[in-house]
């Protein structure tokens, strides 16, 4: 079986297990960091399965959603991998990637590093800016019935990740706390020229979003 019959059983499997998924990290979500991961490539040496496998497991099982749970995601893509004509040595990168894509505030413990890694991580990343950033920001404090905004609560920045997980802290907040300092962590160049436009959208709407909250017509 061909690698391209593995991205296509790859697919259907992750559309089929994100059905019910909160709508910032379904099915659209994994399309589009699929789409980065291949843009980024462009400009990229790195092993183009292994990224597009990675960007398509990359939240098949967000431990957002799993009670905190980091090891189910791993678990899930490396049973579905072993079902398919997979080298071992492109699989354990595949789950190393999954294992180290997530941003978690900031705080990552692991070693692993490699320019797959790279890629899946700022396609995941670009996906959190701009348009698209904002509207999965709110979707997800939404979802959690955290407050829009709130004056009287600060952002903090350089929380633990553990505060960062379980945060309830108004949606406004979390630019500060996550999406504004994504543009300074991005791996490769491409992908900082994309992350600079879409953070300076994001500059754009929070000053206008000020000013309408104090009343500005
Ligand atoms: P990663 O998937 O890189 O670990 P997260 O899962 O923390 O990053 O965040 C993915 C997206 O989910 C964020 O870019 C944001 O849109 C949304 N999100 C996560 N946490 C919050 C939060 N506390 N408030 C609002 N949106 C959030
Ligand atoms: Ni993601």
């Known amino acids: 079986m061909s690698k391209v019959l593995v991205i296509s059983n790859t697919k259907k499997f992750v559309q089929d297990s994100l059905k019910e998924a909160e709508g910032g990290h379904d099915w659209f979500h994994i399309l589009r960091v699929y789409t980065n991961a291949k843009h980024l490539l462009k400009s990229e040496i790195a092993n183009p399965f292994i990224v597009e496998i990675a960007s398509l497991l990359h939240d098949i099982a967000d431990s957002k959603f799993h009670g905190g749970d980091e090891e189910i995601g791993p678990q899930k893509a490396r049973a579905f991998l072993e079902t ?24 990552s413990h ?27 920001t709110f979707n997800f404090g939404g979802f959690k019935n955290n407050p829009i905004y709130d004056p009287n609560i600060p952002a903090d920045p350089h929380q633990t990740k ?15 706390e996550k999406l504004l300092l994504l543009k300074d962590k991005m791996n490769t160049n491409s992908a900082k020229v994309i992350a600079e436009k879409r953070h300076n959208y994001m500059i754009t709407y929070l000053d206008q979003f000020y000013k309408e909250w104090n009343g500005e017509l």
Do not use: C
Not at 86 to 104: A, M, P, T
Not at 125 to 135: H, N, P, V
């Open 110 to 136: 692991s070693h692993f590093h490699s320019k797959e890694l790279e890629i899946v991580q700022d396609a995941d990343r670009l996906d959190a800016l701009g348009a698209i950033g904002i509207a999965r």
């Open 162 to 176: 553990e505060a960062y997980k379980k945060s309830n802290s108004p949606t406004i907040n979390h630019f500060y």
């Open 84 to 107: 398919q004509p997979v080298e071992q040595g492109d699989l354990d990168h595949v789950i190393k990637i999954i294992e180290n894509v997530s941003y978690k505030g900031g705080h």
